[in-house]
């Protein structure tokens, strides 16, 4: 049964930090590209910052973030873990969202259920 289950949302002040966590269980995890999105109220979901996994022929690793949080954000993983974690720092208040974890491989797309970030001003 495949799972991912996130951690580390809450409620935090403009320019603080965060790290979200994403515990994967039921699938090969070290060869999943795995990605962070967010949902705020009344938008549709983004694509905060994806790593990818490993290959056939090279290591995964590699990250790429939207611009609105590159230089902030950091996405990493510990594949021995089957965890994917996200550092947030210099939150924003429009970084406030529901953040979801997906891991996409072959024809497979997995979702979890989502952690809120607030981020007052």
């Known amino acids: 049964q495949v799972q991912l289950v996130e951690s580390g949302g809450g409620l935090v002040q403009a320019g603080g930090s965060l790290r979200l966590s994403c515990a994967a269980s039921g699938f090969t995890f070290s060869a999943y590209a795995m990605k962070w999105y967010r949902q705020a109220p009344g938008k549709e979901r983004e694509l905060v910052a994806s790593i990818t996994g490993d290959g056939v022929i090279s290591d995964g690793g590699s990250t790429q973030y939207a611009g609105s949080v590159k230089g902030r954000f950091a996405i990493s993983r510990d594949n021995p873990k089957n965890t994917v974690y996200l550092q947030m720092n210099s939150l924003k208040p429009e970084d406030t969202a529901v953040y979801f974890c997906?891991?996409?491989?072959?024809?497979?797309?997995?979702w979890g259920r989502g952690t809120q970030v607030t981020v007052s001003s």
């Open positions: 997906n891991a996409r491989a072959f024809a497979n797309n997995y």
